[in-house]
């Protein structure tokens, strides 16, 4: 995603529909090259043009693209990786999953000496050998465009073969029956890391509270910890205290 189709949807997500010309006109770009940034998003899942219109098309039903998910809720994010900090250890072994969230976590693990992770991430282990001196593995598997996760059966054959301390993952919905994904093969890879785990963090900003996705990721107490960047409604509060999933979140 280039920096003028990035500067569409920042458009897009203030108006969510404006008419293509008026598009070209704003950004200062013809028509042709607006057109053509425009088929690119749609592509993507991202918008959706119609009779000289382009809007802003973010459903349920997709996955965002990974480079859009990348620079979304910043703050809370770093908010939510510094609290899931406080569970880790020199020594410890981890399963991290592909998502953005985190990828906010990697550099904060530099500190810890003798790490052993496994993910699924492309840009996860990236940034790991950037910032960890961890010893790391990465799954086999395939990936699809606009996803930064490697997923498929030869993944969810590799993560078996592990038995971790702690698997840190995230999910890109919630609501009163549990945790929830767009993709199906994320949703069962991110499953088999929960199972091969002895503890879990589901790391989770206040933008995902009360959507559901169609695939069905866990139950509340399948996981250990729940972390966010604030308080939960009530409701989901005593859900998850029911479920023994204990919600952290930063004091006031």
Known sequence: MNTRQEHILEILKQKKAIAIADLSNLLAYSHSTIRRD??????????????????????????????????????????????????????????????????????????????????NGIETAYALMQNTTAELFITGGYSREGSSGIVGESALEYIKQFNLDLCILSCSGLDEKGFYEPSMQQALVKKQMLENAKLSLMLCDNSKIYTNYKFYLSAYQNIDYLITDKVLPHSLMEIASRANCEVIYPLP
Request: charged share 25%.
């Open 38 to 119: 425009l088929i690119t998003l749609e592509e993507m899942g991202l918008v959706q043009r119609e009779k000289g219109f382009v809007r802003l098309l973010m459903t349920n039903s997709k996955e965002k693209h990974f480079k859009l998910r990348n620079k979304e809720h910043i703050p809370q994010k770093l908010t939510i990786c510094h609290l899931a900090k406080d569970f880790l250890t020199d020594g410890m072994s981890l399963f991290l999953d592909s998502s953005s969230t985190v990828l906010q976590l990697c550099p904060m693990l530099a500190h810890y000496k003798n790490l052993t992770i496994v993910t």
